[in-house]
């Protein structure tokens, strides 16, 4: 049992099994999940007791924190601290219990009071690092798991150290420890799919295939990592291909707002607009902080000619992200198909300002022209083609429709 209590002289010696004498059936009755018959044990016990047997108290709390009763439970784990402050198993419970309840300071106070019965569990350590991680001490978190690791190698362990890699934006170093986790547990699909996400995020999208795809062979119906590896696809204009992924994944997770907001992209790039907005909406409905979706049923009702649609959503995507400039750019075409020129100036000049990307000069440019400002719209386009020509050749065959847009573009002000 984890929590008997210790016994002192005869008298005491001679209570104790009386005290603990059910303990067997409590920890036979937790296991099993039978906890109504559990409880009612253990308050017999308590009563007989009075109050005092340890292991009914630790169960009775690790009950009503699995009810949710976290509070209660934290209670019941400080009563069973006091009949027996050396028991590291009480002590480990108080600190998870007021970690459960945001106070992380506590629990790591708890933790180190633990730490000197019992300095050389991983667990201990483990928790440290997690409440440093949530207080934002990177380096007290990183210096917390890797004692645990030193200790004892747990995946869970490497997981949250990486994590807190990733959290500094330190993607090499996360890296390292997931592929130091992997040499022990080749298999982990968490590992594998948070390693392809993580190369995802770097753009580095073959490697990051190749540990989704891995991570697919061992576990093929995790949804997160099916959306990962679809999105790579879907960037490779594969769509019938990632469709079928995502089918696979809505099964499982059917109210996944980045699910359907990839669905709906899927349609949008097989010019299926209709289906598009269905899904987007969807997605919408399900998550509707998550500025992508309002930001892609623009670009959808854009193409569509729902000027106005189209306006609300970009407007909409702005708000939530407001450091987006494509948001910007898109949202100035849009004015300018309303008929509203000085907003769409504005837009435009709001894109320009937070990126100099050649996109937003040729479409100012472009809008310039058609309201008749030839001066400023020849200098919006010798901006665009200094940029254009800084790009590569395969940037610049990547969308034959810039070039094209350019030169008709150019004959025109030439002409002008």
């Known amino acids: 049992a984890e929590g008997g209590g210790g016994g002192g002289g005869g008298a005491a010696a001679s209570k104790l099994p009386l005290r603990e004498k059910k303990n067997w059936l409590i920890n036979l009755l937790y296991v099993r999940q039978e906890f109504k018959e559990c409880s009612e044990i253990i308050e017999e016990m308590l009563q007989e007791s009075n109050g005092m047997c340890e292991y009914a108290i630790y169960v009775k709390a690790l009950i009503k924190r ?111 420890v997931y592929t130091e986790a992997l040499e022990f547990s080749p298999e982990h699909a968490e590992l594998l799919t948070t390693l392809g996400i993580l190369y995802l995020r770097m753009g580095e999208n073959f490697k990051a295939f190749d540990y989704l795809g891995n991570a697919l062979t061992h576990d093929p119906k995790n949804a997160k990592t099916i959306l ?132 937003f000069h040729l479409n100012f440019a472009i809008t310039l022209f058609n309201h008749g400002d030839t001066t400023e719209a020849k200098r919006q386009y010798t901006m665009f083609n200094d940029l254009y020509g800084q790009l590569d050749e395969d940037q610049r065959g990547s969308d034959p429709e810039v070039a094209e847009q350019s030169k008709t573009l150019g004959r025109l002000l030439m002409g002008g």
């Open 66 to 176: 699995q009810r949710g009763q976290v509070q209660e439970s934290l209670q019941l784990f400080q009563a069973a601290t006091v009949i027996n402050p050396h028991n590291v198993y009480n002590l480990k419970q108080v600190g998870r219990s007021l970690y459960l309840l945001g106070k992380h300071r506590a629990a790591i106070e708890v933790y180190d009071e633990a730490q000197k019965v019992s300095p050389d569990d991983w667990e201990i350590w483990h928790n440290k690092g997690l409440c440093h991680m949530y207080l934002r001490q990177y380096e007290n978190s990183v210096d917390c798991f890797s004692k645990a690791n030193a200790i004892q190698r747990h995946d869970v362990t490497f997981m949250q150290l990486g994590k807190v890699y990733a959290l500094q934006e330190d993607y090499k170093s996360a890296i390292d």
């Open 228 to 359: 990962a590896a679809g999105s790579i696809i879907q960037d490779h204009s594969d769509m019938d291909v990632a469709l079928i992924k995502y089918r696979v994944a809505a099964v499982h997770t059917p109210n996944s707002a980045q699910l359907w907001n990839n669905i709906g992209m899927c349609f949008f790039g097989k010019t299926k607009y209709v289906a598009a907005i269905a899904c987007l909406k969807r997605a919408l409905y399900l998550d509707m902080f998550e500025w992508i979706i309002s930001y892609n049923l623009g670009l959808v009702h854009l193409n569509t000619g729902q000027y106005a649609s189209a306006f609300h959503y970009f407007s909409a995507s702005i708000n939530l992200k407001p450091d987006f400039p494509s948001s910007y750019m898109y949202l100035a075409i849009t004015l300018s198909r309303l008929d509203d020129f000085a907003n769409a100036c504005s837009a435009y000049e709001k894109a320009i300002d937070m990126e100099s990307d050649h996109m």
